[in-house]
């Protein structure tokens, strides 16, 4: 690890102005990804400041109906919170069905929507990387690439978001609030995080010394009933090589609304906006999910060793949407 | 040979080492207590093949805490005959990527680490060559693999027994590189004073690795002490010295009387410590219109490093399998640029296995046969090759318990037949194997005038259970309570005695222990009036010979079960049953006996499922170099392990009557998955590992989700 | 850049400096001789290193210990009670849940803790949906739910057959 100073701040106010001195600094939340990142000598902060007693730590919910999460929220509280089980059970499930018990202890809210992306050539700094060096080349393109993206990628980059919350919280339509250098915005999360084009060491639209103080996610009433899928070559603590996060409102046997996102395909949570729109207003049936998933990933573009992640997102948006409604397939 | 009187042995103690262990108490090397430590980092090749044409040390050196760099321009010279992996920084020529090309030395972890990454090493690289494939015009035959097993087989006409065979198989099998990952990365403490190293290190047998370092280093073993009292897993990769301890007595020699503390990092055991290399295998099996194998044929092509030979033997137990009359095997290598693989848990057998026991369910339902009844009318008195009788084959016995508690007569042998709530469900067989081997050394027993006996020995307990066992042994070798006896293993000052590999340990070790027995009683006898003289009485004595090692042809066997659940629209793969049932000689302690054989069908299970060492080619090394991309089977993947044995006498192979079982319960567990795989599904695959791309749907399931 | 800190570990306060760059585990290991969580992968993928952290079971390797100034640590060495092992510590050692011994300490601290968070209603990934998920008091743990919790400690010797049941036998105790 390259030396590093390490500093604490007041307020939120005060973190934002340490890291706008610091143009090499970073945020400290739990550090799960960041100081393994570190080892690596991938990032090489210069400074890190703490900002894990800074945001709220609480759930609270929203006189709309919805809820705002406060980015201390440790990942095991925000599982296991009442509020959260009830109204967005596929929230629940996709952060239970990230990383470890030992993880999600750790992990902040905040945090693990800041995850980098992830890719082995990344995290080995004597091979070359797109996003570690621009302009270097992407080794993974041509390498090893069974867990890269097949959608939304550039010849830059093809790295996957690894961040099963993050999934949850796109197809939810959820909100991020920031505090920066230019001041307070709030940012749908569908917005936070970058396709790779020709940027790819930019994993998000946050300006430097940008902080997410908390995350809200809107009321979505047929969101009770909800799944969070995730498909990995082990049964526990291992990335997805595809997630679905699925809500769906079926009346007298229509399609009235839904939402579907999938993690492990792209560089970003990515929400399956062409399936939707599909099925929208359409008959639930079989078919119709089949058709809907299979348009969803028409545009996907594999790799050598991929391609089975084009069918596999087809089939378990499908066996997803089948579950939720209860039909057989 | 005489066999002992099972008192202690048989009982299924607990681990004496276990309250250290489940405290964190036990030391393990890096955890021995030393004053004023310095923290090693090395430099690794960034290139594949080539030399060093300059390093920059000055970045490093000026960092506070930094004691030293060290690099081939100023490492001490080691023995010409340290070549291979071992001799490192003798010169300019860089043999492998990640190759240890130098090493900063600081006084903390920390400075040490971000040191090393500030040596600059310039390189002019060559092309390099590290893609393996069995079509390769360089393949040669290895001369000698594993001792007392023949390269290459012949018996009968194969190939014209195959041309007229009424059932015949010709089939490709492959398996890929295989990374041993034991929890604890290899670790060494080396001090240098007075001419004497002293190494606290993780390592199998640490006279072996005396020996060989003595080697390296042109010193008389004697001015090596190595002590290994605990080990955090081997599993191969720790019975010959890699570079790493190299690379900690090299530093030690430039900072005389302080310890040299040095642990890989997960990543570096990947390029540092060994791997199983791939296979590409080839099975051919020619039988009857009654199912009984008229041919077998297998033959295995591997990589090895160019820098240093080491190659599995992995068609070396097929003869051994089943009665035939034609028969032949073939083992061939290819020289390449890359790293030098390393015995791994089931060497040889843990790929060959997969291949001829996939092989043998294919052919047995071409024939129309049960899997089961198969391997049983294919059993043999005799071993097909030599002709010798078995000292002990149960394979038979194995088959029938297995299937009997495994319900393996409600099979229905059709595959995709049956589901459960969206999942197909399928079962499978296949047949262990394991051979007895025993390797030469010594132990000394001191009576004491009190009643106690101190049993010393350099052997290992690197998770088997050695500390407990061993002692269980040697209290039965005397004829004394299992309280009067100390055991003493882990040290290069106990007497020599051979590593923790090939399932050989109590084998060996205790033979000898039962030899000093042998030699105690009658030292014993001859003083006067049978007498222990008031200093007590020690007794060293060596392995002896075993008599029917020409007379009878030694191996355990065993049967494993799986079964395996496929999602049919993901093509997710679960295995909630394993049940293995081993003939495996005598059992000292049941307790920990069972523990190795299930983890043994658990790195089955993780060979079958898991694991995958993904080479560059553009680099030469393992891409996936950590345990979050190099998967091994977690916790949530292992369903219900059963494991049986049964009770089998066999007084030829040792005094014990024991046989090993550190690696049979590894051996064909993931053909039996593989096979079961193909009862689900009606997918065969015959390229590990299976993971769900293989068996994804590609048109659209049929049938109704849970 | 050194940094002065103080740690609570198994109830005895150490003072000291440490880089800022210095994690709590290699503060236990290097720093105070405190071994008994253990590195296995520095990366938080194996659990080898796992402590209790105020209470909650935590990956020591990816914790800094500047950032932890003031915590409470209890090792696997710390569960054990004047003397007297915790019971889980007992169950490991009577079910051979165990082999060559470098995970366990992470193991026993992870499965400690786990109890405790099913105790307290926390659901897993294995708890059906909408369902609350067994627990110690609510008839015993269901073997899945004991194997999904404990997935973030990896044991390559492979005694997960043994480690579930023995887990099992402490919760139903």
Redesign the interface.
Known sequence: ?R????ARAENVAGAVALLARSPEGAF?G???NL??L??LEVLTPDL?V?V?QLTSDAVEELPDGGVRIGAAVPN?DL??HPLI?RRY?LL??AI??G?????R??ATTGGNLLQRTRCPYWQNITTPCNKREPGSGCSAIDGFNRDMAILGSSPQCVATHPSDMAVALTALDAIVRTEGPSGERTIPLAQLHRLPGNEPQRDTILQHGELITAVDVPPLPYAVRS?YRKVRDR???AFALVSVAAAIDVQDGVVRDLRIALGGVAHKPWRATIAEQALRGQPADPDQFWAAASAEVAEARPLTHNAFKVPLARNTIVETLLNLTGISG | MTTITARAMGQAL??V????????????A??Q?VDR?V?LYPVEAAITVGRITGIDCSHASAQPGVLGVLTHLNAARTSAGASGELGILQSDQVAFRNQFVGAVLAE????AR?AAGLVRVDYEARPHDVVFDAGRRDLYKPEQLAPSFPMDTDKGDVDAALSSAPFALDQGYTTPRYH??????HSTIAVWADGHFTLHMSTQGVHVARACLAQVFDLDPDRIRIIAP??????GSKVQPRADAVLAMLAARMVPGRPVKF?L??QQTFSQTGYRPPTVQRVQLGADRDGRLLAVAHSCTAPTARIQEFAEHSTRSTPTLYATPNLRTRQRLAKLDISTPSIMRAPGEASGMFAVESAMDEMAIACGVDPVEFRIRNDTDTHPLTGLPFSSRNLAGCMREGARRFGWDQRDPTPRARRSQGWLVGTGVATALYSVFRLPGSASIQAHPDGRYTVSIGAAD????TWTALAQVAADALGVDLTQVELQIGDTNYPCASEAAASSGITSWGAAICEAADQLRHALADQPGGQLPPQGLTITADMPENPYLQQYSMHSFGAQFAEVRINEFTGEIRVPRQLGVFAVGRIVNP??A???L??????GL?MALHEHGALDPRFGATVNQ???TYH?????D?G??EVHWLDEYDPYVNPMGTKGIGEIGMVSAAAAIANAVHHATGIRVRDLPITLDKLLPESRPVTATS | ?D?DISIRVDGDTHRLSV?????VL?TL??RL?I??????????????C?VLLNG????SC???A??HDGAEIV???G??VDGQ?HPM?RS???H?A????????GQ?V?AV??LG?AA????????P??EQPATPDSGGMRD?E???????????????????PAIREVAEA
């Open positions: 690890m030396p590093f100073r390490y400290l739990a550090g799960t100081v393994d570190m080892k890190l703490d894990r095991s599982a296991a089980r059970p629940s499930e239970l069905a990383a470890s018990g030992q993880l202890n750790m799944r049964a526990s603590y | 607990s681990r080492d276990g309250p250290a262990k489940v405290r964190g108490h036990a030391p393990y890096f955890e207590p430590p923290y903390t972890s920390e400075i971000y041993h990952n034991p929890l604890e990365p605990y080990v955090g897993g081997a599993f642990q990092t997960r690197i998770g088997t259970g307790r920990t069972r523990s190795q299930l983890g043994g069908m658990t790195w993780s950590d345990l979050a091994v089977a977690s916790n949530a292992v219900n392990v | 850049m940094v880089d800022t760059r210095t994690t290699d290991r290097e001789g071994t008994s969580p253990k590195k296995g992968c520095d990366h938080g993928q194996c659990g080898a796992t909650r079971r935590v990956n990816l914790l800094l500047v950032a090792t696997a060495a569960l054990a092992m510590q490991f050692i009577e051979d165990f082999q060559c011994g470098y995970c366990t300490p026993i992870s803790a786990m968070e307290a209603g926390w659901p897993s990934f294995a708890t949906a909408g899945d004991i194997r999904e919790r404990m997935s973030g400690n990896l044991c390559r010797c492979a005694a997960y057959a043994n480690i579930v």
